[in-house]
């Protein structure tokens, strides 16, 4: 079955402390991987996908399929990283995204 | 460019009613997919519209069905409403003749079933 896995519900840091927020995947194939972010009263969207290969915001993911895992990091956390986080995969960017239920990222100071 | 645009913001309805909800695309986009998120939920994915045909399908009852029109703006309805309809519906749009275009959503629109 095609299933996306975030065990966290809510993670809890302090600023200035590393993130690392996990996603594990199920799926025949080879997916394409992305993390969505939602801040307080606004749209989802996204943060960044892993055949991009790029840092955004200072977030980086790598896919490793051999844990079928793409956890993401940020090794010093900021109050505005605080938002609902969520991992999804599809076969094909613009087509149907399978999401997890998502991680609630909590930066205190 | 306003992005995806969704309407209504909210909706309250009954049990047995038929609700639609409609949705237009980012500037540029041709690909309307709409997803349901429960609390505490992600989004699942309901359907996909291109060229004003359903291109793929999720795990959806036949009282869920939708419409794209030539414009590219698309309609979700929903029949026989049931209180476990109760949800935020998603609409995202993207651009499927460039490959790898991810999806962009909207605000949704929160339905509400009594």
């Known amino acids: 079955a095609q299933r996306v896995t975030q065990p966290e519900k809510l993670l809890s840091v302090f600023k200035g402390a590393p993130v690392e927020l996990k996603c594990n995947y199920s799926y025949s194939g080879s997916p394409e991987l992305f993390w969505y972010v939602q801040y307080s009263r606004q749209r989802l969207q996204l943060l960044l996908r892993?055949?991009s290969r790029e840092s955004i915001k200072g977030f980086t993911a790598d896919l490793n399929k051999g844990e079928t895992s793409f956890h993401l990091k940020k090794p010093f956390a900021q109050e505005e990283d605080s938002a609902m986080y969520y991992c999804a995969l599809s076969n094909q960017a613009g087509t149907a995204l399978i999401f997890g239920k998502g991680t609630t990222l909590s930066v205190s100071s | 460019d306003a992005g995806v645009t969704q309407s209504p913001t909210h909706l309250i309805k009954t049990r047995g009613q038929q609700v639609t909800l409609r949705c237009s695309p980012k500037s540029g986009h041709d690909t309307v997919s709409w997803y349901q998120q429960a609390l505490g939920q992600g989004p699942q994915f309901i359907f996909q519209y291109y060229e004003e045909e359903e291109r793929q399908r999720g795990n959806f009852p036949d009282r869920f069905s939708g419409h794209q029109f030539p414009n590219y703006s698309s309609e979700l309805n929903v029949n026989a409403l049931l209180l476990g309809d109760s949800a935020l519906y998603l609409c995202a749009s993207s651009f499927s003749a460039r490959s790898n275009q991810p999806q962009h959503f909207g605000d949704g629109t929160r339905l509400s079933i009594l």
């Open positions: 892993h055949i």
